[in-house]
């Protein structure tokens, strides 16, 4: 039986096939991990719902985790299968051992010990959420306090004999833990230098989900290249008025309310969210201050280990009191804090489908307060503890019996749950999301209503951030006054006569020498095998070609190890090596320079330095395919190491759409794109030039092509819309 024969009837995308492929190697290897990487609208839930029934069917036992209990709802949902959370898969409360430090203790729930391990599959979705930084920050705490190392423990994966194997599911472009900076799950060589694991992998980058119409995915694939590229200088969440809205702030709560759930809004900033949960709280209630009220949706900010709640799980307040408890803690050498809790009730959705109700204690100081409770509330907590049992003696079985059942103690942390962080928003999905775009920090920068800058934005961080809070928005994105910035702000025109006047001050040529590959070309490149190399080493071939056969020398071989390129050139009985290298992006930044011990006649090594020292531009003039669109889909590399290319694209598209005004022609050429447009029988060529940031400057009308004068200033004109905050590419 073979993994494809559940996947007869879905009509799977070349990266899905190629994942199959590999998942079924992977499973029939001795390889002990798999990464299958897929980002949003790739497939990755057709692929887990497929790979499961593949397991039952082959009858090879497996488990389904997620790091939060709202990813292991989404996995449960979409797979049809059990699934729970890391915590209650790999961790025993049953078995708490007290560790001493100093003066003072803690106690940590061990690792389950697996008996039924033994040939075991793994699959753990949401992996990029998986952290290995040490968590230190409680009272109880979970075995090591590295989650990912005791994942790797718990599986016995690192021991041959057991025969299992984890398969980490995710996105590596969402966020990474809190206390990372990066997703280590999907880090082959972390996993290799710490756990020795061998690892193999797959990557989905093809949107699949909603036929790839849905502008929300759209939006998401351009910021997911970006952060793959490393280009940081396009931005576009405005409206397209049907999955992707942009409501002005006076309408914006309004529009919160008549919008169904399930809902959330999502801001960068804990003091937003306050802010945020007072308005709405305040919509619904009549006022905004009101304490916590019967009806509130809350969201858990705080593991309760015996009460089964974990971080980031919501719920519903079921009952509340009106009455508060409140007590002032005197501290050693430090002011004294007061404590206020209320009895309450919360409903929480089961990881069983249905619901469950906790009964506890709510800490208010932490409702009000930052993400994690301070140093001095926590140790006020247990000074109130100690001081409420002065008969027990601390690190005693009774007294670690009583302390793990005190509700005081273990008072349920919780924040209003209706505009969260990112952070707490991510492995969770809403139908409907609401993004606030807190990142400035301008003083008096009002992020509702003011113009939003690029400053503090153009960097992976932000780009991180944005495509998992967009992401989480399964059907319609309501981007609150979002950023809006491209490449376009150096972007000029320059006529023909200016670029003669330039050349005249310089006494440099702007522009370069077409080549048109005929068959000679084209079955050199063959030859050396260079036509499935990528097309900058294509062209930088091209060029040396072009200038060395004008002095009768030829190439008679050409080499690529890892970053090196080297070029033989001969001429009669000369014969001479050179090297040069290329960058991970495919740039040329060294000069070509022979190689002594494979080049020994020294006036032939002159005359080509002297050649290459002077080497000509060249412009390859390729074949056109049948339509540009084509062409540009067809070029995924282009797209995926350059993604602003792609938006111009799109963007002189949409300015064209409704004109007579044709592109006919695309080339993808070092630092520049060369569009040919059409307008009956007008024709011109135009180079749109970047910079190594991605930013576009001059824009050269081709000399030498057949041109019309008229069509080249109407194109003009119409760029200069690109260059205006108002224009939506």
């Avoid at 969210?273 to 949706?297: H, T, V, W, Y």
């Avoid at 619901?355 to 932490?366: A, Q, Y």
């Avoid at 080297?566 to 060294?590: D, P």
């Avoid at 000069?591 to 020294?602: E, W």
Wanted: with cysteine; hydrophobic share 35%.
């Amino acid at each position: 039986m073979s993994i494809f024969d559940h996947f007869k009837d879905i009509n799977l995308s070349p990266d899905q096939e190629t994942a199959l492929s590999r998942l079924e190697a992977f499973l029939n290897s001795a390889d002990q991990v798999f990464m299958l990487k897929g980002y949003a609208g790739s497939g990755k839930t057709t692929i887990l719902k497929g790979l499961v029934e593949y397991l039952d069917a082959i009858e090879k036992d497996y488990a389904l985790m997620a790091p939060t209990g709202r990813a292991a709802k989404v996995i449960r949902e979409r797979s049809g299968k059990e699934a729970f959370t890391i915590h209650k898969s790999i961790y025993s409360y049953e078995n708490m051992v007290e560790v001493k430090e100093g003066d003072s203790f803690f106690y940590y729930y061990k690792i389950r010990n697996n008996a039924d391990v033994a040939g075991k599959v793994f699959i753990v979705d949401e992996a990029s959420m998986i952290s290995d930084a040490k968590n230190e920050g409680e009272f109880f705490r979970f075995g090591s306090g590295h989650l990912l190392s005791d994942l790797i423990a718990y599986t016995r994966v690192m021991q041959g004999s057991a025969r299992t194997k984890i398969i980490f599911v995710g996105d590596p472009c969402q966020l990474p833990p809190v206390g990372d900076n990066s997703s280590k799950a999907f880090d082959p060589d972390y996993l290799k230098d710490k756990f020795k694991l061998v690892s193999s992998e797959a990557e989905m980058k093809e949107v699949m989900r909603q036929g790839g119409k849905s502008g929300i995915l759209h939006a998401a694939s351009k910021i997911r290249k970006s952060i793959s590229a490393g280009y940081f200088n396009d931005f576009n969440l405005r409206a397209n008025e049907k999955d992707i809205l942009n409501p002005g702030f006076e309408s914006f709560l309004e529009t919160w309310q008549e919008t169904e759930s399930p809902k959330i809004i999502i801001a960068a900033k804990n003091k937003t969210c306050l802010e945020l949960n007072r308005q709405i709280r305040k919509s619904i209630f009549g006022i905004a201050d009101l304490p916590p009220m019967k009806r509130d949706i809350v969201i858990m900010g705080g593991n309760n280990y015996r009460k089964g709640i974990f971080n980031g799980e919501f719920a519903v307040i079921n009952e509340i009191s009106s009455m508060v408890t409140q007590r002032t803690i005197a501290l050693r050498g430090k002011s004294p804090v007061t404590l206020t809790w209320r009895d309450i009730e919360l409903i929480f959705p089961d990881e069983g489908g249905n619901t469950k109700i906790v009964s506890g204690k709510m800490l208010e100081n932490f409702l009000y307060g930052e993400n994690i409770l301070k140093p001095d509330e926590t140790q006020a907590l247990y000074v109130d503890f100690t001081n409420r049992h002065k008969d027990m003696k601390p690190g005693s079985e009774e007294f670690k019996e009583a302390i793990l059942n005190d509700d005081f103690f273990n008072a349920l942390l919780m924040k209003y749950g209706y505009a969260v962080t990112c952070h707490k928003a991510q492995g969770g999905e809403w139908a409907n999301v609401f993004t606030v775009w807190d990142h400035d920090n301008t003083v008096g920068f009002n992020f509702y209503m003011d113009t939003q800058k690029r400053t503090g934005k153009t960097n992976q961080g932000f780009y991180r951030w944005a495509y998992t809070a967009i992401t989480r928005a399964s059907k319609k994105l309501y981007a609150l006054n979002p950023p809006f910035f491209n490449s376009y702000s150096a972007m000029a025109f320059v006529d023909t006569e200016v670029s003669d006047a330039l050349e005249q001050l310089t006494g440099k040529k702007d522009q370069a020498e077409i080549v048109i590959p005929d068959k000679e070309l084209i079955q050199q490149l063959s030859d050396l095998n260079l036509l499935n190399q990528p097309l900058p080493l294509q062209d930088h071939f091209i060029r040396v070609r072009h200038a060395v056969r004008k002095n009768y020398i030829e190439i008679s071989g050409w080499e690529k190890l890892n970053y090196e390129i080297r070029y033989t050139f001969q001429r009669e009985q000369s014969r001479a090596v050179y090297k040069t290298y290329v960058t991970g992006q495919h740039e040329f930044k060294s000069p070509v320079t022979a190689i002594p011990r494979l080049s020994t006649d020294s006036e032939f090594n002159r005359q080509i330095d002297e050649i290459l020292k002077h080497m000509p531009e060249v412009s390859v003039k390729r074949d056109v395919a049948e339509t540009v669109l084509d062409k540009i889909e067809f070029d995924i590399d282009t797209e995926e190491q350059f993604p602003f290319t792609r938006s111009l694209f799109d963007d002189l598209v949409n300015l064209f759409e409704d004109t007579d005004i044709s592109i006919d022609d695309i080339e993808h050429q070092q630092y520049k794109e060369r569009y040919t447009f059409r307008r009956n029988h007008e024709t011109a060529v135009i180079d749109f030039e970047y910079k190594k940031n991605g930013f576009f400057g001059r824009i050269l009308p081709v000399r030498n092509l057949p041109d019309s004068r008229q069509l080249i200033s109407d194109i003009k004109e119409a760029l200069q819309t690109f260059k205006h905050e108002e224009y939506a590419g």
